[in-house]
């Protein structure tokens, strides 16, 4: 059985940094991509970074890109999501996800994600 658990959210000034992890259980972490969104009430969730299962490839949305640092340590089972110069618009509870298929491409493509985390809460003040 697949747990995804997300940690690291929590209340932070704008300009501030945060970071994400997400501790994965149930199989080999080392043969599947991984992927973080978020959302917002009343919105859709949004894709904000993606890994390939060995770390090599990275991708990141547009709002993101330049702030934000996806990484996964498959020793340890985990992937990150490091948020530096954080913006109001960045408050949403944050996801991590993990496809079914071993060693497929990284995707920003929310339904081609089958596991997800509980959710971890970030806000950032203005």
């Known amino acids: 059985q697949v747990q995804l658990v997300e940690s690291g959210g929590g209340l932070v000034q704008a300009g501030g940094s945060l970071r994400l992890s997400c501790a994965a259980s149930g199989r080999t972490f080392s043969h599947y991509a991984m992927g973080w969104f978020r959302q917002t009430p009343g919105q859709e969730r949004e894709f904000v970074a993606a890994?390939?299962?060995?770390?090599?490839?990275?991708y990141y949305a547009d709002s993101v890109k330049g702030r934000f640092t996806i990484s996964r340590d498959n020793a340890k089972d985990t992937v990150y999501l490091l948020m530096n110069s954080l913006k109001p618009e960045d408050t949403a509870v944050y996801y991590c996800?993990?496809?079914?298929?071993?060693?497929?491409?990284?995707?920003?493509?929310?339904?081609?994600?089958?596991?997800w985390g509980q959710g971890t809460q970030v806000t950032v003040s203005s």
């Open positions: 890994i390939s299962w060995s770390g090599g490839r990275t």
């Open positions: 996800a993990a496809p079914d298929r071993p060693f497929s491409a990284a995707t920003m493509t929310r339904w081609e994600y089958n596991y």
